[in-house]
Nanobody, 119 residues
Framework: QVQLRESGPGLVKPSQTISLTCTVSGVSITSRYYSWGWFRQPPGKGLQRMGL???????RYTPSFESRISISWDTSKNQFSLQLNSVTPEDTAVYYC???????????WGQGIQVTVSS
């Protein structure tokens, strides 16, 4: 059974960095069949795709986040991570890690983690 679990701080100050980790169990993140990504959902808004890391370790980012986002992985721990820099209160959201089987095909989701940006 494949499971994803997000972890990280729930409160971040403005101008700092959101750093989240997704721990994957049940499958290797280096499998060539899957990509791994991050979404978020701000309060009262829809889901926003932030970016993906492919099975070869290459990351692709949604343009609106590209200037301040980084997605990486630690294959020894079977984890991948999100860093979002220079955050503002508008970055307050529930953040989800996901597995992608193909374009727009997200089949496994973490439970989500609330991150609040506030001083």
């Amino acid at each position: 059974q494949v499971q994803l679990r997000e972890s990280g701080p729930g409160l971040v100050k403005p101008s700092q960095t959101i750093s989240l980790t997704c721990t994957v169990s049940g499958v290797s993140i280096t499998s060539r069949y899957y990509s791994w990504g991050w979404f978020r959902q701000p309060p009262g808004k829809g889901l926003q795709r932030m970016g993906l890391i492919e099975g070869d370790g290459r990351a692709r980012y949604t343009p609106s986040f590209e200037s301040r986002i980084s997605i990486s992985w630690d294959t020894s721990k079977n984890q991948f991570s999100l860093q979002l820099n220079s955050v503002t209160p508008e970055d307050t959201a529930v953040y989800y890690c996901v597995r992608a089987m193909g374009p727009e095909d997200y089949d496994v989701w973490g439970q989500g983690i609330q991150v609040t940006v506030s001083s």
